[in-house]
């Protein structure tokens, strides 16, 4: 498995926030960015509510809740990251942006996934 130690976490939701929790707790940093207001909060609390169950169950490992930041594009939480868990709908207005301009930052993913035939 490759190892990657900066993230990001684009779209932080509950699916978004989940993430940006485990891979703090695994010792990564963490670039965080989403279309809400309330963004910075609401992660910041649940990592802060999931954390006591990351460590009870072992998941932490020399990670912090402080190595995550907040970025104002999907643009600027990309740059410098070797790993990007991206949870916006497709289609959606802040997905368009970023996968306009990322082209040149981030190598395409192959899915194992295959369709269902029609």
């Given at each position: 498995?490759?190892?990657?130690?900066?993230?990001?976490?684009?779209?932080?939701?509950?699916?978004?926030?989940?993430?940006?929790?485990?891979?703090?707790?695994?010792?990564?940093?963490?670039?965080?960015?989403?279309?809400?207001?309330?963004?910075?909060?609401?992660?910041?609390?649940?990592?802060?509510?999931?954390?006591?169950?990351?460590?009870?169950?072992?998941?932490?490992?020399?990670?912090?809740?402080?190595?995550?930041?907040?970025?104002?594009?999907?643009?600027?939480?990309?740059?410098?990251?070797?790993?990007?868990?991206?949870?916006?709908?497709?289609?959606?207005?802040?997905?368009?942006?970023?996968?306009?301009?990322?082209?040149?930052?981030?190598?395409?993913?192959?899915?194992?996934r295959r369709r269902p035939r029609a």
């Amino acid at each position: 498995m490759t190892e990657f130690k900066n993230t990001a976490v684009l779209g932080a939701g509950v699916i978004g926030a989940s993430w940006t929790a485990l891979f703090l707790a695994s010792g990564r940093d963490v670039a965080v960015h989403d279309i809400s207001p309330n963004t910075e909060k609401s992660v910041r609390d649940y990592v802060d509510r999931a954390w006591p169950t990351l460590e009870q169950i072992g998941l932490v490992k020399g990670g912090s809740p402080d190595r995550v930041r907040f970025c104002r594009s999907a643009v600027e939480a990309v740059e410098g990251t070797t790993f990007v868990q991206k949870m916006f709908r497709k289609g959606s207005p802040s997905s368009m942006p970023f996968t306009v301009k990322s082209k040149n930052i981030l190598r395409p993913m192959q899915s194992s996934r295959r369709r269902p035939r029609a």
